[in-house]
């Protein structure tokens, strides 16, 4: 069995007592890739997996815990890992993506990642950040607060994680692969998941059914994760209620709703309360996509089983005669649900839990995040919009993935020929963003970078292009949290849109839905020096190139430099 903790104590504690850890400690694990046999909608796939475990194995520690991984590679392809919100403070060459951070970890090696998590509490979780592998390579990363520091709410009960995901029947790799060489969209997934299992609306699935099982007037803390590979998901539970008290391991003032919206990369806290006596029924809990582009997708929805431990009789005897409640789930392309949803969410900004959002900022940047295409090479026929290949891109400019990992390109002085520090900070052919589109669909392929001196109070203006269709875009930022202090629907107007921008208790996450025809602000201090990846989690866009990264430089003091790379850093 994998996933096991090896702290280094005097007195071993299991995994799965949360709150028996010591603080300040480190914790060690140990993951294996390798393939496993699982079994999913009637068929048996062989999978990619951590220590043969899908999802993959819990992290757990505590804010201010050293935390050492040790991947050892057993499968054919390459590999890396992200820890994905972690703020990896001094410590980018333990961030994962491959070839920003690190060359992929390969067959029959190994590296470790050694981080320390500080500041930070509640819900993260890792994956595999190469190609279209972290469709099963995933699991959560369990932060507690440190010893004798309470929630800011009730004490939950018991604390589950919840993490949707997305099941192929066909190979990912295969079919990223056929897409990228085609030009045209990738096939969609066959189900979602709800803990690696689909559930019972789909064929062959009704034993592969999450359950929660709960008792009445009990407080739950609940950890979503939404770790689908190309959707944003709805999810409601019937008949109850739910408490948002964290997004991306950020404290929020608390606020209720019946229905979240998570988009891919994002995690939300929420507390189940649930009812005082014994209800006569069982209840289904579902997720199912919010869909803003014109493309192929999964229109499917999985679901899950909310029951009531009842001591006198066991769940399944109970489950047959009780009358079963479903949850009324917004529209798939409810925008407007989305939008008042994220307007939802404001730091606690208390003395305890400060919202420090820059007041005044250093360096402000507009960019356009969008489709294109690149033109069909020769002799060859392509699937995209006019027989061109489909693409994304910043400001224009589609990703080029380099051959040579760019942290340690610019750590070394070499990086000549692996990058360029010229990404615009405007868009260089300015046009109506949410209009007509333009005629020219055609982006511009590089590997470009953001310069930035350490401290930099950074505003940055991400707005949505209709050039293939309007679509929201969860965007990613590696090494750091933002704040959200502005967003709108149309074009982002300079002169008006700032005035209204919240700099008092701003949300502060790790990922955000640009708005689907709109704009969105963030502001952030570039505090942490070296290379940070900024990308559409929205895995079929970063393979089309919608992404960039910020090459932030050294401080002058010691504890504002990037240390040396470990030893055993991958070559590639």
């Known amino acids: 069995m994998g996933g096991i903790l090896l702290l280094a104590l005097t007195s071993l504690c299991l995994l799965s007592d949360l709150l028996c850890a010591e603080a300040g400690i480190t914790r060690h694990y140990k993951f294996n890739i390798q393939l496993q046999n699982v079994t999913r909608l009637c068929r048996t796939k062989t999978i990619p997996t951590i220590n043969g475990q899908f999802p993959g194995p819990k992290i757990v520690a505590r804010e201010g815990d050293n935390v050492v991984i040790k991947v050892v590679n057993h499968i054919q392809s390459n590999m890396s890992i992200h820890w994905h919100g972690i703020r990896q403070l001094q410590t980018g060459w333990a961030d994962g993506p491959a070839y920003i951070t690190q060359c992929p970890i390969q067959t029959g090696q190994t590296y470790v990642y050694n981080f320390t998590v500080t500041g930070q509490r509640g819900t993260l979780f890792w994956h595999a950040h190469i190609s279209w592998l972290r469709s099963t390579i995933y699991g959560p990363i369990l932060i507690l607060p440190a010893r004798g520091v309470p929630y800011p709410f009730t004490k939950p009960h018991k604390e589950i994680p919840i993490i949707f995901g997305e099941w192929f029947k066909a190979d990912t790799e295969a079919i990223i692969k056929q897409a990228l060489q085609t030009g045209g969209g990738p096939n969609v997934s066959e189900a979602y998941t709800i803990n690696g299992l689909p559930g019972p609306t789909y064929n062959c699935s009704a034993k592969d059914t999450f359950k929660l099982s709960v008792e009445p007037g009990k407080t739950y803390l609940l950890r979503f994760i939404n770790a689908a590979l190309n959707d944003e998901l709805f999810f409601s539970i019937a008949n109850h209620s739910l408490t948002v008290v964290e997004a991306d391991a950020v404290y929020v003032k608390p606020f ?206 991400l707005q949505d292009t209709s050039i293939l269709g309007a679509e929201s875009h969860p965007l990613h930022l590696h090494g750091f949290n933002f704040f959200v202090v502005g967003q709108g629907f149309g074009n982002f107007d300079p002169r008006k849109d700032p005035s209204k921008y919240n700099l008092v208790d701003p949300v502060e996450r790790n990922t955000v839905g640009i708005p689907s025809g709109g704009w969105l602000a963030i502001r952030f201090r570039a505090d942490n020096p070296g290379v940070w990846f900024m990308h559409c989690h929205l895995e079929v866009h970063t393979s089309w190139g919608l992404k960039m990264a910020w090459l932030v430089l050294d401080g002058e003091l010691p504890n504002q430099k990037l240390p040396p790379p470990p030893a055993d850093l991958p070559k590639c």
């Open 256 to 461: 209720e709703t019946e229905t979240l919206l998570l988009t891919p990369g994002q995690t939300t806290n929420v507390l189940l309360n649930t009812k005082s006596e014994y209800p006569n029924a069982t209840f289904l809990m579902a997720a199912k996509p919010y869909v803003t582009g014109q493309g192929t997708f999964d229109n499917s929805t999985t679901a899950g089983l909310l029951e009531y431990k009842h001591p006198h009789s066991s769940v399944g005897v109970r489950m047959k005669k009780l009358p079963l409640f479903k949850p009324t789930l917004p529209a798939l392309n409810d925008t407007t649900f989305a939008a008042n949803f994220s307007r939802k969410f404001r730091s606690l900004a208390n003395a305890q839990f400060p919202a420090n959002v820059p007041q005044t900022v250093d360096k402000k940047f507009f960019f356009t995040i969008g489709l294109g295409t690149d033109p069909c090479p020769k002799n060859q026929t392509c699937q995209g919009p006019n027989g061109t290949k489909f693409a994304a891109s910043i400001n224009n400019i589609s990703f080029v993935q380099p051959t040579t990992a760019l942290l340690q390109s610019h750590f070394f002085g070499q990086s000549f020929g692996v990058y360029k520090t010229d990404f615009p900070k405007d868009p260089t052919t300015p046009f109506n963003y949410t209009g007509t589109p333009p005629n020219n669909t055609m982006v511009n392929n590089g590997t470009k970078v953001v310069v930035l001196s350490f401290n930099t109070s950074v505003e940055l203006v």
